[in-house]
């Protein structure tokens, strides 16, 4: 059975930063594709960013620049840096693996607010 786990939410500034973290246990990290996605109130869950087993990243072009999805293998941990943070950056981050019908993690709430 995966199972993720997902830390690093909360309140933040704008201009401040965040560092989400998603420690999965069972199957195989190693092959599976990697993604964040978010989703805000009254909108639908959009991808962030996302990271192949090969190591190829993409971006939402709103956060190009500004985020940074990586991989420790050996911990079997995804990470999204996230930098210079808007107000609208604000949602519940979930982590991803194994695509959209793979596995989930339960969510954080990153709030962007003076």
């Known amino acids: 059975q995966v199972q993720l786990v997902e830390s690093g939410g909360g309140l933040v500034q704008p201009g401040g930063s965040l560092r989400l973290s998603c420690t999965v246990s069972?199957?195989?990290?190693?092959?599976?594709?990697k993604a964040w996605y978010r989703q805000a109130p009254g909108k639908e869950r959009e991808l962030v960013a996302s990271l192949t087993s090969g190591g190829t990243t993409t971006y939402a072009d709103s956060v190009k620049g500004r985020f940074t999805i990586s991989r420790d293998s050996a911990k079997k941990t995804v990470y999204l840096q996230m930098n210079s943070l808007k107000p609208e950056d604000a949602a519940v981050y979930y982590c991803?693996?194994?695509?959209?019908?793979?596995?989930w993690g339960q969510g954080t709430q990153v709030t962007v607010s003076s």
């Open positions: 069972g199957g195989f990290f190693s092959i599976y594709s």
């Open positions: 991803n693996v194994a695509g959209i019908s793979g596995f």
